[in-house]
Nanobody, 126 residues
């Protein structure tokens, strides 16, 4: 049974920072591409960032590039999202996700991720 648990969300003022964490119980974590997505109220879930299994490749949505950094610790089976210079429009529930097949590249497409966490709320006040 695969479990993905996000943490680190909260309320922060515009310009502030948060670091989201995602703990994965999947045995083959070190071989899986990981992604972060978010869903704002009344909007579709959207891609935020993704990272390959040995961190060689990282991808970001244009809206967060330069402000957010995705990283991972394969020994601890953790993936992180460092969020700096936060804006009110970053307010959303943030989800981590894992691709189900090992050694497949990270993608920007939600449906290509097989395992999902329950999400953590990030609220940025103006």
């Amino acid at each position: 049974q695969v479990q993905m648990v996000e943490s680190g969300g909260g309320l922060v003022q515009a310009g502030g920072s948060l670091r989201l964490s995602c703990a994965a119980s999947v045995r083959t974590f070190s071989n899986l591409a990981m992604g972060w997505f978010r869903q704002a109220p009344g909007k579709e879930r959207e891609f935020v960032g993704a990272i390959s299994w040995i961190s060689t490749n990282r991808y970001y949505a244009a809206s967060v590039k330069g402000r957010f950094t995705i990283s991972r610790d394969n020994a601890e089976k953790m993936v992180y999202l460092q969020m700096n210079s936060l804006k009110p429009e970053d307010t959303a529930v943030y989800y981590c996700a894992a691709r189900g097949s090992p050694f497949t590249p990270p993608t920007l497409t939600e449906k290509e991720y097989d395992y999902w966490g329950q999400g953590t709320q990030v609220t940025v006040s103006s």
